[in-house]
């Protein structure tokens, strides 16, 4: 699959760092942290039109957002034609999800080239599956050690993202721990706050436990409602936002914001835009 896909480094390179050459520590030039969208937020509009509800996001006023793991099954020049279209729009991808597959051998060059194109800063490793045992999750580390090693001369990151499972104690200690201890500090730490919540941990404790490393926040809200769960807007759940922007921005480290809600009782679309809408309102205050 890659054979095809070997293209000059220095031009994808460049294309990768340009848009973040801007903003240094992550902020903008007006000096606010970016706001994304997780596009597994509008994965079913994504399926039957990509560029259409790119184009529907970029409208609403995101600034970016971040492809999830069927981006992977893009070759080049789909790549270069969804760069096109976000370059065409004003808007940044910031970062992509991948299984932890993803990173090593011929995968982690088809995803280097495909993230190099698309001007992606960071490789998020959404989904692991590690042996049994403190011991899988160290090779879960490695892994990711081993990754951040090849990508680093291109400008590119790799990064974890969490979901309930990280955050729940095996042998009186939680799995997070093991990848944040024994992980290279220029691994992101992309914090999922809603799934943090769901496994009974305090999201703002381990921003602050963890400075300068949660670069990336998936801002999704949990409600323990059964009859809500995740399916609520942002801020409407048991979230305290004011208190992880303030954690995040004074010593987490944060550089982009994402959206991110698996539902609501709105479409996919208008659930994106009242999330938005909520967010800056909620960021403002």
Not at 171 to 177: K, S
Request: aromatic fraction near 8%; include cysteine; proline fraction near 5%.
């Amino acid at each position: 699959m890659t054979n095809h896909l070997r293209s000059r480094r220095n031009f994808l390179t460049m294309g990768a760092t340009l848009p973040w050459a801007l903003r240094g520590t992550g902020a903008s030039a007006a000096g606010t942290i970016p706001v994304g969208l997780e596009l597994y937020s509008v994965r079913t509009e994504l399926a039957k039109d990509p560029a259409g509800t790119v184009r529907a996001v970029a409208e609403m006023g995101y600034q970016g957002l971040e492809f999830y793991a069927p981006y992977f099954e893009w070759n080049a020049t789909q790549a270069k034609d969804m760069r096109k279209l976000l370059d065409g729009l004003g808007i940044r991808c910031f970062s992509t999800h991948n299984d932890s597959g993803f990173m090593s051998g011929d995968k982690l060059q088809h995803a280097r080239e495909i993230n190099l194109i698309l001007g992606s800063k960071y490789l998020v490793v959404a989904s692991a599956h590690p042996k049994p045992g403190p011991d899988g999750w160290r090779e879960v580390a490695d892994t990711l050690n081993g990754a951040a090693e090849r990508l680093e001369a291109d400008g590119l990151r790799v990064g974890y993202h969490n979901h309930q499972l990280e955050f729940t104690p095996t042998n009186g200690q939680r799995p997070i721990e093991i990848l944040a201890k024994n992980t290279k500090s220029s691994v992101m730490l992309q914090l999922d706050v809603g799934t943090c919540m769901e496994a009974g941990s305090d999201p703002v404790a381990w921003i602050k436990a963890n400075p300068g490393r949660i670069r990336s926040m998936h801002c999704k809200d949990w409600s323990p409602d059964p009859a809500k769960g995740y399916s609520v807007l942002f801020a409407e759940g048991q979230a305290h936002w004011k208190s992880l922007f303030e954690a995040a921005e004074n010593g987490g480290g944060i550089e982009y914001y994402l959206v991110e809600q698996e539902g609501s009782r709105f479409s996919e679309l208008d659930t994106a835009r009242k999330c938005l809408e909520a967010f800056r309102a909620m960021h403002r205050a």
